[in-house]
């Protein structure tokens, strides 16, 4: 598997969120697992769709571990950031919509990351639109995002904290 060995960088709260995400995953598991043996037992007969969907629930629980485990055991976490002033991986960057005049703040992080829910900012990955056009980007900056639906949407970097 050519993936298994790029790193992930993620921030220290990301890491966390995955881990802790990682070990309800493996209690929903031990309940699935539990309910599996409880349909077999009890199911006369190989056709019960009980049964077939107890399976799919445990397949696709124990997908989701492995893809965690594996995100986590490529993570670096982010510490440091070469280009102060710039964004990176981890920035909480404050962003003017130059239409709508309204402010957004948000942070840029790595995919595996912002697909993990909680925290108190909304994350935006390095390869959405927006991150791709907001990465390197210095506070003052402005940018273009093309959308998937063939509009533009202008923002103006107005602050990037660590």
């Known amino acids: ?3 298994a060995t790029r790193q992930v960088k993620l921030t ?3 890491f966390e969120r995955l881990q802790r995400t990682l070990d309800q995953e493996q209690t929903r598991l031990a309940e699935a697992t539990r309910i599996l043996q409880e349909q077999m037992e009890t199911s006369a007969d190989n ?3 009980g049964l077939e969907d107890a399976k799919r629930e445990k397949l696709g629980i124990e997908a989701r571990i492995e893809e965690l485990e594996d995100t986590l055991a490529r993570a670096t976490i982010i510490e440091d950031h070469e ?4 964004v990176e991986l981890g920035a ?5 919509n130059e239409a709508t005049k309204k402010d957004m703040r948000v942070q840029v992080v790595s ?9 108190s900012l909304p994350r935006i990955s390095e390869e959405s639109p927006v991150g791709k056009e ?3 980007r210095k506070k003052g900056e402005t940018f273009v995002v093309n959308l998937e639906n063939g509009k533009q949407v202008k923002y103006k970097v107005k602050t990037i904290e660590y």
């Not at 909480?92 to 003017?96: D, G, K, R």
């Open 92 to 96: 909480v960057v404050t962003l003017a």
């Open 12 to 14: 220290r709260e990301g």
């Open 1 to 3: 598997m050519v993936q």
């Open 83 to 86: 280009n102060a002033g710039r």
């Open 47 to 49: 056709e019960d769709t």
């Open 134 to 136: 907001l990465m390197g």
């Open 111 to 119: 995919a595996p990351e912002a697909t993990v829910l909680g925290g």
